[in-house]
């Protein structure tokens, strides 16, 4: 029996560099080029995933690759800003290997910076925004030989001339009534953690951080309920997951959604094998919605806080208020939810004052907490405004366009946040970042929380699980880490004033909301 060869194989190029961090941060599946690969199988074609994560990719890799596709050979590539310099990496190796191979780009990188992506030289095809429709037509003109390009919306490719011709934009959402059910088959339980689900795409807010709204716009979709509630008994009764992660981007954008799924998920039992996790918004919440939801399995909520400050909420345009995450985070934790949040440090306006208060509040009333650095993502009104203000902090290929940069990154590795406000010096800035999340855990009770025996919460950036503790290899690795971290807390202490004041009266202070 001969195995058909791949029609196309995806690739999700390493993304970002986390140190000590990497063996307790828990692997997500690529879930872009997931969708892509199951609605092009959905049509037919055979699709493949390497995860850059998992497997290092270098000649002998893409030579094995090119010996078992079907022509033309067609590689996809998963292109964020962070991964962009090791995109363009892969797709010249490719080339050299191979210079007839189809290399294709998409994702938020070439959506928002379409000029760079062409002009790169190793990009044959690439496409912008969603991208189920644009490369299906693509790669039926490819396979079949015959077919304008120009037709294809969405779609940037090099003219007989040689230079980039860039089609219009598609201006119609794509349904995702259409995506066949996830293809978890596609990845092994032994390298990622399967128990997620994605029931919605898109946000109907328009925050200035959020590089998402590129690709979705503000539109916001919803897969029907008869539909979710099918893969969750996937996920629980055939691929055992006893925990759930809703990666929605709003998951409670729809109350009365909300209510029918909980009251199906009561019907079918899975509340009573599973647990599930969910991130919202405070505004978005109540305690009729939260009370159903928690008799229904779901037992921990992620809010997306950011700040401390109403100024800076209408700054960011969250179109929320402080209070009312306040509030939603107390009544969740009355009803017994785990909560979590997350906050960002460095947006416009910014005071010291705003990122201390913001810590003070996250170690009063929520159970884990995350900590970032403002990073204006091309695409974004917040590179637009650091731009616009000079305060652009760009390292080549994008390399320090890392949301999390400031607490991975080693004392030595040179990162600069990538944009700082007015009033507060890069280096002090990543400095209170590592220290907001340093000062959250450095109590037993919180970072008990981090030795995740039920892999619960909604988070999951961090954590080490029960089965792994009497591993060997976990402790040194812990061991490693937690030099690392003394080893920068000296650093940063010593040669940064501001965020030694920072750590200081974060640690003496506390205050009740």
Same mark, same amino acid.
């Given at each position: 029996?001969?195995?058909?060869?791949?029609?196309?194989?995806?690739?999700?190029?390493?993304?970002?560099?986390?140190?000590?961090?990497?063996?307790?941060?828990?692997?997500?599946?690529?879930?872009?080029?997931?969708?892509?690969?199951?609605?092009?199988?959905?049509?037919?074609?055979?699709?493949?995933?390497?995860?850059?994560?998992?497997?290092?990719? !270098?000649?002998?890799?893409?030579?094995?690759? /090119?010996?078992?596709?079907?022509?033309?050979? @067609?590689?996809?590539?998963?292109?964020?800003?962070?991964?962009?310099?090791?995109?363009?990496?892969?797709?010249?190796?490719?080339?050299?290997?191979?210079?007839?191979?189809?290399?294709?780009?998409?994702?938020?990188?070439?959506?928002?910076?379409?000029?760079?992506?062409?002009?790169?030289?190793?990009?044959?095809?690439?496409?912008?925004?969603?991208?189920?429709?644009?490369?299906?037509?693509?790669?039926?003109?490819?396979? #079949?030989?015959?077919?304008?390009?120009?037709?294809?919306?969405?779609?940037?490719?090099?003219?007989?001339?040689?230079?980039?011709?860039?089609?219009?934009? $598609?201006?119609?959402?794509?349904?995702?009534?259409?995506?066949?059910?996830?293809?978890? $088959?596609?990845?092994?339980?032994?390298?990622?953690?399967l128990g997620f689900i994605l029931t919605s795409r898109g946000c109907p807010f328009d925050c200035i951080f959020c590089s998402q709204r590129a690709i979705t716009k503000r539109r916001y979709r919803a897969l029907k309920n008869e539909v979710v509630i099918a893969e969750l008994e996937?996920?629980?009764?055939?691929?055992?997951?006893?925990? @759930?992660?809703?990666?929605? !981007?709003?998951?409670?954008?729809?109350?009365?959604?909300?209510?029918?799924?909980?009251?199906?998920?009561?019907?079918?039992?899975?509340?009573?094998?599973?647990?599930?996790? +969910?991130?919202?918004?405070?505004?978005?919440?109540?305690?009729?919605?939260?009370?159903?939801?928690?008799?229904?399995?779901?037992?921990?909520?992620?809010?997306?806080?950011?700040?401390?400050?109403?100024?800076?909420?209408?700054?960011?345009?969250?179109?929320?208020?402080?209070?009312?995450?306040?509030?939603?985070?107390?009544?969740?934790?009355?009803?017994?939810?785990?909560?979590?949040?997350?906050?960002?440090?460095?947006?416009? $306006? $910014?005071?010291?004052?705003?990122?201390?208060?913001?810590?003070?509040?996250?170690?009063?009333?929520? #159970?884990?907490?995350?900590?970032?650095?403002?990073?204006?993502?091309?695409?974004?009104?917040?590179?637009?405004?650091?731009?616009?203000?000079?305060?652009?902090?760009? &390292?080549?290929?994008?390399?320090?366009?890392?949301?999390?940069?400031?607490?991975?990154?080693?004392?030595? !590795?040179?990162?600069?946040?990538?944009?700082?406000?007015?009033?507060? &010096?890069?280096?002090?800035?990543?400095?209170? +970042?590592?220290?907001?999340?340093?000062?959250?855990?450095?109590?037993?009770?919180?970072?008990?929380?981090?030795?995740?025996? &039920?892999?619960?919460?909604?988070?999951?950036?961090?954590?080490?699980?029960?089965?792994?503790?009497?591993?060997?290899?976990?402790?040194?690795?812990?061991?490693? /880490?937690?030099?690392?971290?003394?080893?920068?807390?000296?650093?940063?202490?010593?040669?940064?004033?501001?965020?030694?004041?920072?750590?200081?009266?974060?640690?003496?202070?506390?205050?009740?909301?």
């Amino acid at each position: 029996m001969t195995t058909k060869k791949s029609d196309i194989v995806f690739i999700s190029p390493c993304n970002e560099k986390l140190g000590h961090f990497h063996s307790f941060v828990p692997r997500s599946i690529p879930i872009g080029v997931a969708l892509l690969s199951g609605y092009l199988m959905k049509h037919g074609f055979t699709a493949e995933v390497v995860d850059e994560e998992i497997v290092r990719i !270098d000649r002998e890799f893409i030579a094995r690759k /090119l010996a078992v596709m079907s022509h033309p050979k @067609i590689f996809g590539l998963s292109v964020m800003t962070t991964n962009s310099g090791r995109a363009y990496e892969i797709a010249r190796l490719i080339k050299s290997l191979d210079k007839d191979a189809v290399v294709v780009a998409g994702g938020i990188h070439p959506t928002v910076m379409p000029e760079e992506v062409m002009a790169a030289g190793c990009v044959d095809y690439a496409v912008r925004g969603e991208g189920e429709r644009p490369l299906l037509e693509l790669v039926k003109r490819l396979k #079949s030989g015959g077919g304008s390009f120009g037709e294809i919306k969405s779609l940037m490719y090099r003219g007989q001339d040689g230079k980039p011709v860039f089609n219009p934009a $598609e201006d119609t959402a794509f349904d995702i009534t259409e995506l066949p059910a996830f293809p978890y $088959e596609l990845f092994d339980p032994k390298h990622y953690d399967l128990g997620f689900i994605l029931t919605s795409r898109g946000c109907p807010f328009d925050c200035i951080f959020c590089s998402q709204r590129a690709i979705t716009k503000r539109r916001y979709r919803a897969l029907k309920n008869e539909v979710v509630i099918a893969e969750l008994e996937r996920l629980v009764n055939v691929l055992g997951q006893k925990n @759930i992660t809703f990666f929605d !981007d709003f998951f409670t954008g729809d109350k009365k959604r909300v209510f029918e799924l909980c009251a199906l998920i009561r019907e079918r039992g899975l509340h009573q094998k599973c647990s599930f996790g +969910v991130q919202t918004r405070g505004d978005s919440v109540d305690r009729e919605l939260l009370e159903e939801m928690k008799k229904s399995g779901f037992d921990s909520l992620m809010f997306g806080f950011e700040t401390s400050s109403n100024r800076l909420m209408e700054v960011i345009q969250k179109s929320e208020t402080v209070e009312d995450n306040v509030n939603a985070i107390k009544l969740a934790r009355e009803i017994g939810f785990t909560v979590e949040a997350t906050f960002i440090f460095g947006f416009p $306006e $910014e005071t010291y004052a705003d990122r201390l208060e913001a810590l003070l509040i996250a170690k009063s009333i929520v #159970s884990r907490a995350r900590f970032n650095n403002a990073t204006p993502y091309p695409g974004t009104k917040l590179y637009e405004m650091a731009l616009k203000d000079g305060r652009l902090n760009l &390292k080549g290929g994008w390399s320090n366009f890392s949301s999390a940069g400031a607490v991975t990154s080693g004392v030595f !590795d040179g990162y600069v946040v990538p944009y700082s406000p007015e009033g507060t &010096k890069p280096a002090d800035l990543a400095g209170e +970042v590592f220290f907001a999340n340093l000062l959250f855990y450095i109590n037993l009770s919180n970072m008990r929380k981090l030795f995740n025996a &039920k892999k619960s919460g909604s988070g999951k950036w961090f954590e080490v699980p029960a089965d792994k503790l009497l591993d060997f290899r976990v402790w040194t690795n812990l061991l490693a /880490l937690g030099l690392s971290v003394l080893f920068k807390f000296a650093y940063v202490f010593t040669f940064s004033a501001e965020s030694r004041k920072f750590f200081i009266q974060g640690f003496l202070k506390t205050k009740e909301y």
